[in-house]
């Protein structure tokens, strides 16, 4: 049994990937086909279908970036306080989450001036 534990995990992982992403794309095309037996014309699927369906949100990008850059200045300051301190591991999730939370106070505040000025958030 214990042969069989380095065959059985990769296969289990990729079964549990593999098989939801079978089963979604195999309910799309039903769908899809369920629509064309209705007889709904190929303009009302492609909006269904299509990605200016779905609002954007055109400061995602900003939001991510920073959180990137405070939460690896936050990982930056803890190395550095490990380095010169004898401290607990524990300040490297304090500060990554501090950046974290600067950085999404930040977003707010950027996106909140920017939609009183009129742009559309």
């Known amino acids: 049994m ?45 909006y269904l279908y299509s990605s200016s369906a779905i609002k954007s949100n055109p400061y ?4 991510w970036g920073l959180i990137f850059v405070f939460v690896g200045v936050g990982l930056l300051i803890a190395q550095i306080f490990s380095a010169l301190m004898d401290v607990e591991e524990v300040i490297y999730f304090a500060l990554v989450s501090i950046g974290a939370g600067t950085a999404l106070l930040v977003f707010y505040r950027i996106a909140l001036k920017r939609q009183s000025e009129g742009e559309p958030v």
């Open 60 to 63: 995602g990008a900003l939001k």
């Open 2 to 46: 214990e042969l069989l534990i380095p065959i059985l995990v990769p296969i289990a992982f990729f079964a549990a990937v593999g098989i939801p992403i079978y089963e979604h794309i195999r309910s799309r095309h039903r769908e899809r086909m369920a629509l064309i037996e209705k007889g709904i014309v190929t303009e009302d699927v492609k």
